[in-house]
T-cell receptor, first 106, second 114 residues
Framework: DAKTTQPTSMDCAEGRAANLPCNHS???????VYWYRQIHSQGPQYIIH???NNETNEMASLIITEDRKSSTLILPHATLRDTAVYYC???????FGKGTSLLVTP | KAGVTQTPRYLIKTRGQQVTLSCSPI?????VSWYQQTPGQGLQFLFE???????NKGNFPGRFSGRQFSNSRSEMNVSTLELGDSALYLC?????????????FGPGTRLLVL
């Protein structure tokens, strides 16, 4: 399964865009990238997924590089409620790892 | 549609005991996965069941086992509990019409081993 690498933590000011990067250089050609987030003490929540094209839904946007070796999750107008741990995981991976802890500050 | 439910939500056990946790997936979902979450190790995969068969297994000792019933409900069992088994245990379900679809997580069972 493809290994993903994310920064341990990030900060973002409320109202600004939060850009969370993920490296997945060993992802296979037909393997989706999924993003989830986990608010403290709750189960992870699905956010978005993509294969090659950029994707957008009501929660976030996902930008995938042309070579598919990395992607960026964008929360366009971060709120305090977006403070959470964000996980990037390739479709066939089993372990989520430790993700990125995003702190949105007032 | 009701979400994934897990029971019990909280559990306290002592070393050497065994514990059984239950997970009811979203109606129509056939795949159930179990995860262990600890502060040091993050979210680690235990095993996955599909149509009552274990399809994948993570790197955990044989003390950790599971099963899935014909209605897709799943249980996991941990025997001979150790202090290090204290963790949040999460289950997730997916439709699994194609392999490894979007997973929907339950709230978890928080286990404390004393």
């Amino acid at each position: 399964d493809a290994k993903t690498t994310q920064p341990t933590s990030m900060d973002c000011a409320e109202g600004r865009a939060a850009n969370l990067p993920c490296n997945h250089s060993t992802i296979s050609g037909n393997e989706y990238v999924y993003w989830y987030r986990q608010i403290h003490s709750q189960g992870p929540q699905y956010i978005i997924h993509g294969l090659k094209n950029n994707e957008t839904n009501e929660m976030a946007s996902l930008i995938i590089t042309e070579d598919r070796k990395s992607s960026t999750l964008i929360l366009p107008h971060a709120t305090l409620r977006d403070t959470a741990v964000y996980y990037c995981i390739s479709q066939y991976a089993l372990n989520f790892g430790k993700g990125t802890s995003l702190l949105v500050t007032p | 549609k009701a979400g994934v439910t897990q029971t019990p939500r909280y559990l306290i056990k002592t070393r050497g005991q065994q514990v059984t946790l239950s997970c009811s997936p979203i109606s129509g979902h056939r795949s159930v996965s179990w995860y262990q979450q600890t502060p040091g190790q993050g979210l680690q995969f235990l095993f996955e069941y599909f149509s009552e068969t274990q399809r994948n297994k993570g790197n955990f000792p044989g003390r950790f086992s599971g099963r899935q019933f014909s209605n897709s409900r799943s249980e996991m069992n941990v025997s001979t509990l150790e202090l290090g088994d204290s963790a949040l245990y999460l289950c997730a379900s997916s439709r699994d019409t194609s392999y490894q679809e979007t997973q929907y997580f339950g709230p978890g069972t928080r286990l404390l081993v004393l």
